[in-house]
């Protein structure tokens, strides 16, 4: 949808608000959620105690299996690991409907929010298939036809072709229904996948269910990449973001005599005296996504042999070290990955276009009409998101109508795990 156009159907929207369903805004006065900054609600995500009773892992028949989708092209010595595709299934001992998750921005299957929503499903009496973002390595170089991941229709066809494939693999396993879950990015996928099974038919999804999405990707990219640029007082050139937040640790560890990071650590530290500034924590959330967006571009461009970071013809073999490539990598962010690699790659296939329309196609507006009219598709999104841009939630709010919930706080997935989330899904998924 070009801008214009999308800019005239929000301010139309606007008179027709009255007459649309309303979205379901939870206010802050009835959520018990107890994080308000979303900063530290993002890093910190939901104390224990609020959490949902969860069934342990070896209460869970599970089991990582791999695929062969690998196409047709030579991957380097040193990505032996990642030459096969692998998922994680979790079975119920007798016939039960089947939810695949997909991981955020560039997580693998194992991701600890994947496992949370493994083991909350898992408990509720459903099949799980774990799948990794098609942004991680592991997908790029095992599943992806391009590796050059960002354009969400075919990021789309990848997981669709990988989703058959495990179906295809697990054919003893007895399913009564399909279901899809998807957060951060893999939300976003989860809508395009969905639009595909419209045509292809595959699995006829009963319910998709999107949690914390992109709706413009650029304007959350962009966002992401802001935060590493945050000024931090106390950096100076002999000494780094890191070194900062490691005597902070350590400081905290010596007061406490602990030295195990988890979520519960990290919500205590937040109330010590150590405790991380908003600038610090800006930056923190920010070098986690840094890592992701170097080792897209890294694996993207290595594989693709475009000589931006790793020359075309550098003798690769299983010994060969990539800390200097990776170290490059590190200098381009997201806006660098999408205007080097993700542009000059989508413009040849379409021979010619703007970066406008390039995120048109990419973002949630490309399937306004399909997730205004499919009343098997939800959102769950917070006001305070780190990733929403000016327009995001009025989009989605006329889009979607009372299949969109809003929770008044939560930062970027951080109340995923908050019991009050957990049961909506649960409901969502069940209805």
Known sequence: MPLIVRLLVLLAGLGLAAAATAAREIGADEYGYPLANPFEATIAGTPEPLRPALPDDEDIDQADYSLRLR???????????????????????????????????????????????????????????????????????????????????????????????IRKQQRDLPVTDYSLVGYSLGGLNAAFVSHLDEREGAFRFRRVLMINPPVNVYSAVTNLDRLVQTEVKGITNSQ?????????????????????????LLYDFQRSQQRLSNEEMAMLIGAVFRFTAADMAFTSDLINQRGAIVPPTYPMDEGTSLTPFFKRALLCDFDCYIREQLLPFWRKRERGGSIVQLVDQISLYALRDYLAGSSKIAVFHNRDDLILGPGDLGFLRQTLGERLTLFPRGGHCGNMEYRVNTQAMLEFLRD
């Open 71 to 165: 196409p047709h092209r030579e991957l380097p010595d040193n990505f032996w690991a990642v030459k096969t595709l692998k998922y994680r299934l979790a079975r119920q001992k007798g016939p039960a409907p089947l939810v695949f998750i997909i991981s955020g921005t560039g997580a693998h299957y194992t991701n600890s929010k994947t496992e949370d929503l493994k083991r909350l499903f898992y408990g509720a009496g459903y099949h799980v298939v774990q799948l990794s973002s098609p942004c991680s390595q592991d997908f790029m170089a095992a599943a992806s036809r391009d590796a050059t991941p960002g354009i969400s229709d075919r990021d789309a066809v990848d997981l669709y072709r990988a989703m058959r494939k």
């Open 240 to 264: 780094t973001f890191y070194d900062l937040i490691l005597a902070k640790l350590t400081r905290y560890f010596e007061e406490h005599g602990s030295a195990q990071i988890d979520m519960a």
